[in-house]
């Protein structure tokens, strides 16, 4: 990314006028991360008991909840950056509007 335009998303986000929505945002985050992590776990441990009984069951179950985990992921992720987008959105133009046009 552009270095300058990467300073500037950093200044925003750190003086922004929405913090309550940015901690809301990561807190919706952290538990999309949670599930994923969940899902993860429930698949290694259920799939691998399953497979005792039947090797495919186990193996299809183990290979689904980790598609699973690894979907809830990457939703957390791009729900968090696209609310933070509109976050940007908003702090932006709210510091374009706070100064004086010349």
Known sequence: ???????????IRADSAYPVYRGIINTIALLFYAVAALFALGAIVGGLGTMTR???TGLGGLILGLILAALYYFLGRFFKEAALILADIGDSIVDANAHPRS
């Open 54 to 56: 039947s090797f495919v």
């Open 1 to 11: 990314m552009n270095l300058p335009k990467q300073q500037y998303l950093e200044q």
